[in-house]
């Protein structure tokens, strides 16, 4: 049985209304699972140190399903299960040497992203296309803020070339996946209601 919808309804709140702490600790594992998985999905670009992955989808989707602060738990436990040498980042990486690597102003982009996207969702924004759309360009956007200055420090490179590099060969990708997520959100609502 769902509970009504309200602005403040998260999807996992509105198919799980009495999901208790493991239901929860199930969901954040799952959702682990499902960012670990979507980053193993990657192509390398020649153009660029970062590949393409299905990663950021991932981590934008949970943060709408599970909310701001399940979502940002869950994307924090990838990175600590990551950072402990769980290869679970693209690729298989993992270990504190991403620390170091290009991809890892984005990871943390990520973690701010997924909670960005938790909250707009817990505000509504994922039940119609126009808002859901504008939530996941601004995860996005999120995701390129820390990405960039971190691609710079890695690489020693300047604003304009981290652009190049960083941010350019993967605006049609995002693209698409707002295209899925605008999609696919909405109507999930619609099913539910």
């Known amino acids: 049985m769902a509970v009504a919808a309200t602005s403040s309804t998260t999807l996992r709140r509105a198919v799980l209304p009495r999901a208790g702490w493991l239901t929860d600790a199930a969901l954040v594992v799952a959702g682990v ?10 192509i390398p670009l020649p153009v660029s140190p970062v590949p393409v992955t299905g990663q950021t989808f991932a981590v ?15 994307m924090a436990l990838y990175l600590a299960a990551g ?23 984005y990871l943390f ?10 909250a707009l969702a817990e505000r509504g924004w994922d039940r119609r296309v126009p808002t859901t ?9 999120v995701i390129y803020a820390f990405g960039v200055p971190g691609l710079m420090l890695a690489l020693g490179v300047d604003f304009g070339r981290a652009l190049a590099l960083g941010v350019i060969p993967f605006l049609a990708g995002d693209a698409l996946k707002i295209a ?14």
């Open 60 to 74: 934008l989707l949970v943060g709408t399903a599970y909310g701001l602060a399940r979502g940002a738990l869950t």
């Open 180 to 193: 899925l997520a605008a999609g696919l959100l909405p109507a999930t609502w619609r099913l539910l209601r």
């Open 33 to 42: 699972a499902l960012i670990a998985l979507s980053a193993q999905v990657a």
């Open 109 to 118: 982009g990520m973690l701010v992203a997924t909670g960005l996207a938790g």
């Open 133 to 141: 759309v504008a939530s996941m360009a601004l995860g996005n956007l």
């Open 83 to 105: 950072f402990a040498g769980a290869p679970v980042f693209a690729q298989q990486h993992g270990g504190l040497d991403v620390l170091g690597s290009p991809t890892a102003g």
